[in-house]
């Protein structure tokens, strides 16, 4: 995504980059493609390679959430 302001597809007001955050474990959150498979506790298990960080947009004017996964909004 470039620095330039990007405007909210439903009331035209400024987006806001900003992320989801996973506070069970601390970590953000993550798109993957597939199917996630079982782990042995219960939840899903997901190689880390496999994983692309999520960038969430909020709109300063309605609060509409637009997300992105992509690269570059890993932790740095």
């Not at 899903?44 to 969430?56: D, H, I, M, N, Y």
Request: aromatic fraction near 12%; include cysteine; charged fraction near 25%.
């Amino acid at each position: 995504m470039s620095s330039e302001a990007t405007r909210c597809s439903k009331c035209n007001g400024e987006m806001l980059q900003g992320f989801l955050f996973e506070s069970a474990g601390h970590e953000l959150d993550t798109w993957v493609e597939g199917t996630p498979a079982k782990s042995w506790w219960g939840g899903a298990t997901v190689p880390k390679e496999k994983r692309v960080p999520v960038g969430t947009f909020r709109c300063s004017v309605c609060g509409f959430l637009e997300s992105y996964a992509r690269p570059e909004f890993g932790v740095k």
